[in-house]
């Protein structure tokens, strides 16, 4: 019996459902949630590369196109969100993180 075939193009409909969701949690202002989905991507796209180049028909690589557009839309806004997160942590200082954890 053979092994049931990978289509690649569902790691990338995977990718684009998980940074949906994390963006739904930055807009809720919930980043640990955000954490938890991009480690999520991350074990997706290791999985992705895991599998390697495969060749796509045009249509295929539309929808690649397409998903692959929502995620830079989603990344996007979700850096958008963090913003003013990303302010906080400069105006400390690499060396002073410690000083809004404790």
């Given at each position: 019996m053979n092994a049931p075939t990978v289509d690649v193009l569902d790691f990338y409909r995977a990718l684009q459902d998980v940074s949906e969701r994390m963006l739904q949690a930055a807009e809720q202002d919930d980043w640990d949630r955000v954490v938890e989905m991009e480690e999520a991507c991350a074990v997706l796209i290791?999985?992705?590369?895991?599998?390697g180049e495969a060749a796509l028909s045009?249509?295929?690589?539309?929808?690649?196109?397409?998903?692959m557009l929502a995620i830079l839309r989603h990344d996007?806004?979700?850096?958008?969100?963090?913003?003013?997160?990303?302010?906080?942590?400069?105006?400390?200082?690499?060396?002073s993180r410690s000083v809004l954890l404790h």
């Open positions: 290791e999985q992705l590369r895991a599998q045009p249509e295929q690589r539309a929808e690649k196109h397409r998903i996007a806004r979700i850096r958008a969100l963090a913003e003013p997160w990303l302010d906080v942590w400069g105006d400390v200082g690499l060396g």
